[in-house]
């Protein structure tokens, strides 16, 4: 049995909760108000603190530092109906062991509860503060979790490997972990290594000395330098040549490097912060990204979900775009525009989403937003079309598969073994569909039967 103190002004949810723990044998009791709760404290010494945000008198969170002196292991359970990056931060950075989001489900705070009883260590207070100027939205789980992640790690030395699909927001998320650090006052370095070429990446990321090549006319700090005491951004990390994967290994390793065409190490502390929107583990296997380096970098991860797993951010974000666009009026959104907004599939994700909004309030010259004002929908790019590439990535991790397991001189029947696996794959699929009629597979295939039996290897029933 543990003894549970909660501070709520919410009637209806104390007593809910208070009936929930009492049936599993704590000990409950109930403040309406920081104030109330510190004249409880003076006779009950809680185990747990369930405590909300927003209460009359002082706020909940400027309440947790006072706490924690009074109680300094007591784990504190935060409650907020209003989840932004900020507020998580400042909770977890102040010292919250968890934060739950209203309204939540009786399991997930009985869960939470269970984990702060058997949690035996105190929560360590951050040092960072958060600064203004996040642009993270998100009310729903799938963005709560990716709040907590970035609440956890920030004020950490971490490297952080950031991974969803083009334009969820990987850099966007990169600058809070920046901005939540106590690095915010240093430099944010970010480059995209797709953009550079493979002959000047190494001099970018490291510099170079006079010399060094044709051009070298004077040296030159890279960008581990000029994110010194901050942090760099390695955006699209999945591209970078065997060759520099190496040299970054070093730089994670030995924190050191040396300059192109120099010998002297240098020391760097610039913190690595890394995203891509490929399959690094399926590059593992293709032998084109590093292992030590994927391991190195995944110390701690975070995974972007696409806007079409948390739709119910669409409304705050197109409200966000809409407040940050520079015209002059904001405009009002009809009902048809919300339901367009609602149903397209937004594959190019929050990027397109935001680049919609400015579409639409440019045509709709300071009236009410409309369905027809958003631009053709990318949505309408058929299955088979993303079937297709999804076809032609295989194909091609299967043919770099198969190079780098031999010699160019012993491959001598690719193209043929290819053939083989295509025909059988294909073959079989039409066959089901067609209940081994092979009249029918070969109609749908365009062949003759004749062919078709030559290629199944077996003569037609008579």
Not at 271 to 297: C, G, P, Y
Not at 351 to 371: C, K, Q, T, Y
Request: hydrophobic letters at 40%; proline letters at 5%; one cysteine or more.
């Amino acid at each position: 049995m543990s003894r549970i103190l909660i501070i709520d002004d919410e009637p209806a949810i104390c007593w809910s909760l208070k009936e929930r723990l009492t049936d599993q044998g704590h000990e409950v009791q109930i403040a309406s108000s920081v104030e109330r709760a510190d004249k409880l404290l003076a006779t009950f010494a809680p185990d747990i603190i369930v405590l909300d945000i927003r209460l009359p008198g002082q706020d909940g969170l400027s309440a947790i530092p006072g706490i924690q002196r009074r109680l300094p292991t007591t784990p504190i359970v935060v409650m907020t109906a209003f989840g932004d990056l900020q507020t998580v931060v400042d909770a977890i950075s102040r010292g919250a062991f968890e934060y739950l989001v209203k309204p939540f489900e009786l399991p997930e705070f009985l869960s939470v509860i269970d984990r702060a009883i058997q949690s035996t260590s105190e929560a360590p207070a951050g040092q960072s503060r958060p600064v203004e100027g996040n642009q993270l939205i998100g009310r729903g789980p799938a963005m709560q979790a990716v709040f907590k992640q970035i609440a956890l790690v920030a004020p950490t030395e971490f490297p952080v490997l950031i991974t969803g699909e083009t334009g969820t927001g990987k850099e966007v998320v990169a600058e809070a972990i920046h901005r939540n650090s106590h690095r915010r006052s240093g430099p944010f370095v970010r480059v995209s290594l797709a953009s550079l070429s493979s002959s000047v990446i190494e001099s970018e990321l490291f510099g170079h000395g006079k010399g060094a090549f044709t051009g070298a006319v004077e040296e030159r700090q890279g960008l581990f330098e000029l994110a010194e005491n901050g942090t760099i951004f390695l955006d699209e990390i999945g591209e970078t040549p065997l060759a520099i994967q190496v040299k970054l290994l070093r730089v994670l390793e030995s924190r050191s490097f040396t300059r192109v065409g120099t010998s002297n190490e240098r020391a760097t502390n610039a913190r690595l912060l890394a995203a891509t929107n490929r399959d690094l583990e399926a590059m593992l296997i293709e032998n084109t990204f590093r292992q030590d380096l994927f391991h190195r970098l995944k110390v701690f991860s975070i995974e972007l979900p696409p806007l079409r797993a948390h739709k119910e951010d669409l409304r705050p974000l197109v409200e966000y775009f809409i407040a940050r666009h520079p015209s002059a009026t904001k405009p009002s959104v009809s009902e048809a525009f919300w339901a367009e907004v609602q149903q397209r599939a937004w594959r190019g994700n929050i990027r397109e989403l935001r680049n919609a909004i400015d579409h639409a309030i440019v045509l709709s010259r300071g009236g009410p937003l409309a369905a027809e004002h958003l631009p053709p929908s990318l949505g309408v790019i058929s299955s088979d079309v993303e079937t297709g590439r999804q076809l032609e990535s295989a194909i091609a991790a299967w043919v770099r598969r198969q190079l780098g397991k031999s010699s160019d001189d012993e491959i001598t029947d690719l193209y043929r073994s290819f053939l083989s696996i295509a025909d059988t794959a294909l073959l079989n699929e039409v066959l089901i569909h067609t209940q081994q009629n092979r009249s029918a597979a070969a109609k749908i295939l365009g062949l003759d039967r004749a062919t078709l039996r030559a290629k199944l290897g077996a003569a037609e029933p008579s």
